[in-house]
């Protein structure tokens, strides 16, 4: 049985200092959760109060139907995974497996058995008798990731445990964590300030600032449609300005702002309110203009932007390259327009000379609009 995990208006302060500012979310049982933010904004503040390492000023944390405000840390059935691992120098791969179940006076042949299948799990058969001295990174990794499901835990709790990887290492073992939480189904709460390590694992991400949760939504959507310019620009790369709405018409805003006059699908408010725009530099389609007559559009690809462009389909924007950064698996363009950088991501093969005046098309499904930051 996967238990579901309640947080209701949670306030935790050290002296003066607030670091939980009436948390409150819920998570379904199996669920994959991530608390992502920047560091301190309250996020293993929120995990330590979870496990019972803390105590909340207010509020309550229910696991299932069962309140555990005042049931101490070893009566949850909760397992930690830290940044540090945080194994036993003087105990072999078996024992720091192990240890948990012994703590419950599990049998020696349960242990034996229990320890095997998670050592199994996480791929480290065959090294029982190891020392953690032994071990690489990743290794003494998987083995407090062992350690933490092998007591069967009713929430799976993780305080950035990668960090200390590097960056392929990372990219495996997460991967691992998230196979192994889906076969188990087992409810995790995850901690991390990486944002492409959230989107890759969870089913939830709470993105958090200052104590208090910004927004709450499934991985695609708080890429896709981030409600805030704090969520905006700390998941992934974003371009971000401030404007007004000068129109609503037929399900689309037209919106003045620092890149011009765009048009972006929905209604958002009314003509005169005050936005903030989001535009993802992927989303971005650039158009070499000729040198010559910059405004004048050629060929049949740039017939097609402009036609769209016309009839509304998309928006374009004219501006000069000023530089580009080659990053691997793509390009990124700088183009100044109006004075402002608009980033672009293009294909690593788009070849564009500094300079050059640039054609870029957006189409306004692809503008997000925001209220505008307090």
């Known amino acids: 049985?996967?238990?579901?995990?309640?947080?209701?208006?949670?306030?935790?302060?050290?002296?003066?200092?607030?670091?939980?500012?009436?948390?409150?979310?819920?998570?379904?049982?199996?669920?994959f959760v991530t608390l992502l933010g920047p560091s301190g904004c309250g996020k293993t503040t929120l995990l330590r109060t979870i496990a019972g390492f803390l105590e909340p000023d207010q509020g309550d944390i229910f696991f299932g139907e069962r309140r555990m405000n005042g049931v101490p840390?070893?009566?949850?059935?909760?397992?930690?995974?830290?940044?540090?691992?945080?194994?036993?120098?003087?105990?072999?791969?078996?024992?720091?497996?192990?240890?948990?179940?012994?703590?419950?006076?599990?049998?020696?042949?349960e242990q034996k058995k229990r320890v095997l299948e998670a050592m199994e799990m996480v791929n480290l058969s065959g090294m029982e008798k190891r020392m953690p001295y032994e071990l690489s990174g990743g290794q003494q990794q998987r083995v407090a990731l062992a350690r933490s499901i092998v007591v069967q835990p009713d929430i799976l709790l993780f305080d950035e445990p990668l960090s200390n990887l590097d960056a392929k290492l990372r990219e495996r073992v997460r991967t691992d964590i998230r196979k192994i939480q889906q076969t188990l189904g087992i409810t995790t709460v995850y901690v991390t300030h990486d944002q492409a390590e959230a989107l890759a694992v969870s089913d939830v991400i709470i993105a958090m600032n200052q104590g208090q949760i910004i927004q709450m939504t499934s991985p695609r959507d708080i890429y896709d449609k981030p409600e805030t310019n704090f969520v905006a620009d700390f998941i992934g790369s974003a371009n971000l300005c401030q404007g007004y709405i000068q129109d609503v018409k037929n399900g689309r805003s037209t919106v003045e702002c620092t890149f011009g006059t765009l048009t972006a699908e929905g209604d958002f408010g009314v003509s005169g309110d005050a936005v903030s725009v989001c535009i993802r530099p992927e989303d971005i389609v650039p158009v070499k203009l000729q040198q010559t007559e910059a405004s004048a559009m050629s060929g049949l690809q740039n017939r097609m932007h402009r036609d769209a462009a016309m009839s509304g389909e998309v928006n374009m924007i004219e501006g000069q390259l000023d530089h580009s950064v080659y990053i691997g698996n793509a390009t990124e363009l700088y183009v100044n327009v109006s004075g402002k950088t608009l980033r672009v991501h293009v294909p690593k093969d788009f070849c564009v000379d500094e300079c050059s005046s640039l054609c870029l098309c957006i189409p306004p499904d692809k503008i997000r609009l925001m209220k505008p930051e307090a």
């Open 73 to 109: 840390p070893e009566k949850r059935n909760t397992a930690m995974c830290f940044q540090s691992y945080a194994l036993f120098p003087h105990k072999n791969v078996f024992d720091n497996i192990a240890f948990g179940l012994r703590m419950r006076k599990v049998s020696k042949e």
């Open 1 to 31: 049985m996967a238990y579901s995990l309640t947080i209701k208006n949670i306030n935790k302060s050290f002296g003066d200092f607030q670091a939980l500012r009436n948390i409150s979310f819920s998570v379904e049982g199996g669920q």
